[in-house]
Nanobody
Framework: QVQLVEAGGGLVQAGASLRLSCAAS????????MGWFRQAPRKEREFVAF????????YYADSVKGRFTISRDNAKSTVFLQMNSLEPQDTAEYYC??????????????????WGKGTLVTVSS
């Protein structure tokens, strides 16, 4: 069993940066690929970023590529999402996810075993 708790959301102006974190409980954190999804008001949930269990492989949605960076610290059972050059369209609830899935499957959101409860990011123009 893995429990995920996100932190770091907030209200910022366009162009600012935020760093989200996701702390995982359980002793099998390093066995799972991790990622971030987001859901804006009145929109579908969408994939944001993926990182493999080792941290060697990362993938990003085209909309955040070059601005967001995902990383993980297996010793601290934590995954991070560094968000730079934030834009109003980045406003959403951000969810941490964990699963033993390939990147292709992970980014669909299908089969994700564990989800956090979310942290709200609001970017004003």
């Amino acid at each position: 069993q893995v429990q995920l708790v996100e932190a770091g959301g907030g209200l910022v102006q366009a162009g600012a940066s935020l760093r989200l974190s996701c702390a995982a409980s359980g002793r099998t954190f390093s066995h799972y690929a991790m990622g971030w999804f987001r859901q804006a008001p009145r929109k579908e949930r969408e994939f944001v970023a993926f990182i493999s269990w080792s941290g060697a492989t990362t993938y990003y949605a085209d909309s955040v590529k070059g601005r967001f960076t995902i990383s993980r610290d297996n010793a601290k059972s934590t995954v991070f999402l560094q968000m730079n050059s934030l834009e109003p369209q980045d406003t959403a609830e951000y969810y941490c996810a964990a699963a033993a899935l390939s990147p292709t499957m992970f980014r669909t959101g299908t089969g994700i075993r564990y989800w956090g409860k979310g942290t709200l990011v609001t970017v004003s123009s």
